[in-house]
């Protein structure tokens, strides 16, 4: 019986960060759901941009704002209750952290090291883009 053409259903997302003594840090969240380690995605909107779409995802899932960078860092795949999703993810340098956001309550974040971050983190192919932000990200931005 021949596969029937699934639907790929889109999102953006992003990797927060900071530099603190020199090292960078980077953010994750909680699902809703089952507290499994993810970091800031959701659905483009008709009519928004990825990065815009990612920008609006790490407020509101995480309570951080800043300028995500327009370089994309790599693509990922999920599947969740039957459907596939492929993320396009993007860098996001934060320059807040609000302590009032709308997903507060729902989700934990926690602000860990890219090493760390990437063993917390269950995809593998999200694993894979961690490991290798911190030298995109060091390369680019000028922390040396």
Do not use: C
């Not at 609006?56 to 596939?84: D, F, H, M, N, P």
């Not at 009032?100 to 894979?128: F, I, N």
């Amino acid at each position: 019986m021949p596969q029937k053409n699934q639907k790929i259903f889109n999102q953006s997302g992003v990797v927060p960060y900071r530099l603190v003594d020199g090292r960078i840090e980077v953010l994750l969240i909680t699902t809703r759901k089952s507290d499994n380690w993810v970091i800031p995605k959701g659905g483009i909107p008709q009519g928004m941009s990825p990065r815009a779409s990612a920008a609006k995802e790490a407020w509101e899932e995480a309570g951080v704002i800043g300028q995500v960078e327009s370089r994309k860092l790599g693509t990922y795949k999920y599947r969740k209750k039957g459907k596939t999703y492929r993320v396009k993810m993007y860098s996001l340098p934060v320059k807040a952290v609000s302590k009032s956001y709308p997903e507060l309550g729902k989700r934990h974040r926690v602000w860990l090291d890219v090493e760390q971050a990437a063993s917390m983190v269950k995809t593998t192919s999200l694993k894979r883009i961690l490991k290798r932000f911190s030298k995109i990200t060091l390369a680019h931005s000028g922390f040396r």
